[in-house]
């Protein structure tokens, strides 16, 4: 399967941002490992601070990856149109959150953008990439 991991804003700064919080890896860190867990899939990588940025790459996935693992940080409770093209792209979108959004400040407890992917896994930390690689294998 070819997955296009898709990060949010902010998630450049991982192992240095709140590692109480978010951990001590950085992402570089981790995708190696990631990769060397799924070597039967092709796993690419794109991290944006920007919305519309995030959005021209959903749709430039669409027919070009089998699916999506998508962290989308903090524009999972505020952005619509993220959902929405979730929503009109035709391959599966998992979404990912490192801490657990339901038991952070009353404004992060809802997403948007959950409500338009296949699934949603929070709180697990970086392993929950794993978890969204194994729950696209199952769909």
């Given amino acids: 399967m070819k997955i296009l991991i898709?990060?949010?804003?902010?998630?450049?700064?991982?192992?240095?941002?709140e590692p109480e919080i978010y951990g001590n890896l950085?992402?570089?860190?981790?995708l190696p490992q990631l990769r060397e867990r799924f070597p039967q899939h092709e796993i690419s990588y794109f991290q944006s601070?920007?919305?519309?940025?995030?959005?021209?790459?959903?749709?430039?996935?669409?027919?070009?990856?089998?699916?999506?693992?998508?962290?989308?940080g903090a524009y999972a409770h505020t952005s619509i149109a993220i959902a929405d093209c979730i929503r009109a792209i035709s391959i599966p979108v998992v979404e990912v959150h490192i801490s657990d959004i339901s038991k952070?400040?009353?404004?992060?407890?809802?997403?948007?953008?959950?409500?338009?992917?296949?699934?949603?896994?929070?709180?697990?930390g970086l392993k929950g990439y794993d978890e969204a690689v194994l729950a696209l294998e199952m769909l």
Wanted: aromatic share 8%.
């Fill in 49 to 72: 601070n920007h919305e519309g940025v995030l959005i021209d790459q959903l749709q430039a996935a669409d027919g070009q990856y089998d699916a999506v693992v998508m962290n989308p």
């Fill in 104 to 124: 952070r400040e009353p404004y992060r407890r809802h997403s948007f953008t959950a409500e338009a992917c296949r699934k949603s896994i929070i709180g697990l």
């Fill in 26 to 30: 950085s992402f570089g860190e981790y």
């Fill in 6 to 17: 898709l990060n949010g804003p902010n998630l450049n700064l991982l192992g240095k941002r």
